[in-house]
Nanobody, 126 residues
C-alpha cells in the first residue's frame, strides 16, 4: 500500500500562483508514476498532469497545460506542480495519484491509478 500526502493548497487571488507537493511513502516497487487530478464542486475528477516514463517527462492535460509545471520534488518519490496565473475556475480539490510502472497505460485515466491522496483544497478568489 502506497501512501500519498499532498500539501501546499490554500486561498490565492486570481492571477496568483501556488505550488502543490505530493510525497509518497511505503513504496516497494522499482518506479512510481505519479499524477495530479482535480475535482471541482459538482464536477467529475479531471486529469491535470503527470510525470511519466522515468519521471523526467511531464505530460499535461488540457485544463491547465499552459499554466503549470510538473516536476520531481527534492525528495525521493515526491512530485510537485507549480500552478501560475490561477483563475476562479481552478478552484477544486487537487489530488495526487500513483501507480507502479509496468508498461504503457492511459496517463489521464482515473482507473489507472490505484493509490490516491486525500487531496488539498485550492481556492482562487478575490
Amino acid at each position: 500500500q502506497v501512501y500519498l500526502v499532498e500539501s501546499g493548497g490554500g486561498l490565492v487571488q486570481p492571477g496568483g500562483s501556488l505550488r502543490l507537493s505530493c510525497q509518497a511513502s511505503k513504496v516497494t516497487g522499482a518506479w512510481l508514476e505519479m499524477a495530479w487530478f482535480r475535482q471541482a464542486p459538482a464536477k467529475d475528477r479531471e486529469f491535470v498532469g503527470a510525470l511519466i516514463g522515468s519521471g523526467d517527462k511531464p505530460y499535461y492535460g488540457d485544463s491547465m497545460k499552459d499554466r503549470i509545471i510538473i516536476s520531481k520534488s527534492g525528495t525521493k518519490n515526491g512530485v510537485q506542480v507549480q500552478m501560475n496565473n490561477l483563475r476562479p475556475d481552478d478552484t477544486a480539490v487537487y489530488y495526487c495519484a500513483a501507480r507502479y510502472s509496468n508498461g504503457p497505460y492511459d496517463v489521464s485515466g482515473l482507473n489507472e491509478y490505484p493509490y490516491w491522496g486525500q487531496g488539498t483544497q485550492v481556492t482562487v478568489s478575490s
